[in-house]
């Protein structure tokens, strides 16, 4: 090309100029209803789009609780903790906490997927009518998009519910903690340890002052010969019959069996009309007793209950 003659490129139009004039001329000849169609595709893809971000924020969101409670989880979790201690509790509210997580990871999982499926089946639809030249509204997937949106609501308010149930527990435990702290520095405190050390007599002398200490009445303070099993006999604030047999034990291993739990069962309501039977030791029941108790309507306490009774001052509660 001669280089003193002009420019092609000055006198035709530049490709973006052309394909506006060519879209210019598209909508001069849109009728409402392509128009309309037009409209509705592209802001059903902009939900889809939309929700689609909404699912995968509250999937991080969750995911970032999560493994805060794992690692709470890391740093709380000792098989040998008493299941008595506020410890115990704070690692049983984290792994309940982390089950509701673990179900909700699933659910975003789930719907990230769907909304990803939904968002390119519509722009699929958009160009497949594009190209064949059709007008029709996007009904088929607006459905699926509507369902996924309300359960986007269901699992936002659930992870909040979760949240609110844990925050709570944790708040009471917290207050628990305070309560127990306060408890070990008074002189009412007595631990596992002093108590194995007490005689018989004493330790039976120990559940009726702790039954004074939550409101009752003590009636029989210690056992003796002939007293059928009820070594300690007090009457609670709504008038239940609370009889109570002491099992003291020197290692913290030794069991109390069934034959145990079938001889008072034999005499706490038959003979001392008992509303509430309540077994105590210091150490522990076997799964054979307890599941005879349970049968029976026999409350047991075991060393881990007694401990959050005598040593913390955790208040009776009978069943």
């Not at 522990?284 to 913390?312: K, N």
Request: glycine share 6%; hydrophobic share 40%; with cysteine.
């Amino acid at each position: 090309m001669n280089v003193m003659e002009p420019s092609a490129d000055a006198v035709r139009p530049s490709p973006e100029q052309t394909v506006r004039h060519l879209l210019e001329s598209a909508r001069e000849q849109a009728t409402r209803v392509d128009l309309e169609a037009a409209f509705a595709w592209v802001t059903e893809g902009r939900l889809a789009e939309d929700l689609l971000a909404d699912w995968r924020r509250l999937d991080d969101e969750v995911n970032v609780e999560r493994r805060r409670c794992w690692e709470a989880l890391r740093v709380l979790r000792d098989v040998t903790a008493p299941q008595d201690t506020v410890r115990y509790g704070r690692c049983a509210a984290e792994r309940i906490l982390e089950g509701d997580l673990r179900a909700l990871v699933s659910r975003t999982a789930r719907a990230v997927g769907w909304c990803e499926q939904a968002r390119d089946e519509v722009m699929g639809d958009l160009g497949r009518l594009v190209r064949e030249r059709r007008t029709e509204f996007p009904s088929a997937k607006a459905a699926p998009l509507g369902e996924l949106l309300e359960e986007l609501k269901r699992a936002r308010a659930d992870f909040a519910r979760s949240l609110e149930t844990y925050r709570e527990e944790m708040r009471e435990l917290s207050l628990e903690e305070q309560r127990r702290q306060e408890f070990l520095r008074s002189d009412k405190s007595i631990s596992l340890e002093a108590i194995r050390d007490l005689s018989s007599r004493e330790f039976e002398e120990l559940i009726a002052s702790l039954l004074e200490r939550d409101g009752c009445e003590v009636r029989r303070a210690h056992g003796g010969a002939g007293d059928g099993g009820a070594d300690v006999i007090a009457t609670g604030g709504n008038g239940e019959r609370i009889v109570v047999q002491c099992k003291l034990r020197r290692k913290p291993s030794a069991a109390i069996g069934v034959p145990d739990v079938q001889t008072f069962n034999g005499t706490a309501r038959p003979d001392h009309r008992a509303t509430h039977p309540l077994m105590v030791t210091n150490a522990r029941f076997t799964a054979q007793a307890e599941a005879a108790a349970a049968r029976y309507g026999i409350t047991l306490m075991d060393g881990g209950a007694l401990r959050a009774w005598a040593t913390f001052g955790k208040p009776l509660r009978l069943a």
